[in-house]
């Protein structure tokens, strides 16, 4: 089955670090293009970081420095390695395949595959 | 930097037509994506390249797109269709993702 799986959220303390996995099953993650999303209680999606498949990595701006991207190809797993933690990091944050579109409407990448998320919580 | 517009709610009662609209500048120029996220739940893709339904997706959903708007339409909206819409379109340059601030359907 094509799936992605979140864990490694939790409650942390501001200032900590804390690394989410997405582990991936029925595709191979070092062939795709794929991001962390976030969503903060009660408020929309955000994306977080890029990973692509040659290993350039991009992040939000609100992310930039503290956050880091990475994967394990023999464990078929994306992370997400969350640094210096500050109350508004608190969201549920999803894992996400992307997948290309091509065409004359324009071609693009979006998000095909999501996982269920993890909630993490920074609070004192 | 790139922004999509949706408006906050929508409501109608179950039977009627919602319409779920998105804009942005750069819509001439890129698909457009509609997302579903029911409460508690991961988003779940449901038009994709403006206009197309992935296997699974009911029939009354249906996306189109003109200019700078894009807009889902569900027809004959369900009690179960009630959640939250984002839209999403790749952006002209660079490697960021944008999404819309997404639209909240209620259905009763």
């Known amino acids: 089955e094509v799936q992605l799986v979140e864990s490694g959220g939790g409650l942390i303390q501001p200032g900590g670090s804390l690394r989410l996995s997405c582990a991936a099953s029925?595709?191979?993650?070092?062939?795709?293009?794929m991001s962390w999303v976030r969503q903060a209680p009660g408020k929309g999606l955000e994306w977080v970081s890029l990973?692509?498949?040659?290993?350039?990595?991009y992040y939000a701006d609100s992310v930039q420095g503290r956050f880091t991207i990475s994967r394990d190809n023999s464990k078929n797993t994306l992370y997400l390695q969350m640094n210096s933690l500050r109350v508004e990091d608190t969201a549920v944050y999803y894992c996400a395949r992307e997948g290309y579109s091509y065409g004359l409407g324009g071609s693009g990448w979006y998000f095909d595959l999501w996982g269920r998320g993890t909630l993490v919580t920074v609070s004192s | 930097s790139y922004e999509l517009t949706q408006p906050p709610s929508v409501s109608v009662s179950p039977g009627q037509t919602a319409r779920v609209t998105c804009s942005g500048d750069a819509l001439p120029k890129k698909y457009v994506y509609w997302y579903q996220q029911k409460s508690g739940q991961a988003p779940v893709l449901v038009i994709y390249e403006d206009s197309k339904r992935p296997s699974g997706i009911p029939e009354r959903f249906s996306g189109a797109r003109s200019g700078t708007m894009a807009t889902l339409t569900i027809s004959g909206a369900q009690v179960e269709d009630e959640a939250d819409y984002y839209c999403?379109?790749?952006?002209?340059?660079?490697?960021?993702?944008?999404f819309g601030g997404g639209t909240k359907l209620t259905v009763l």
């Open positions: 990973l692509h498949s040659g290993l350039s990595a």
């Open positions: 029925g595709f191979p993650v070092r062939s795709n293009y």
């Open positions: 999403y379109s790749p952006v002209t340059s660079g490697n960021e993702r944008v």
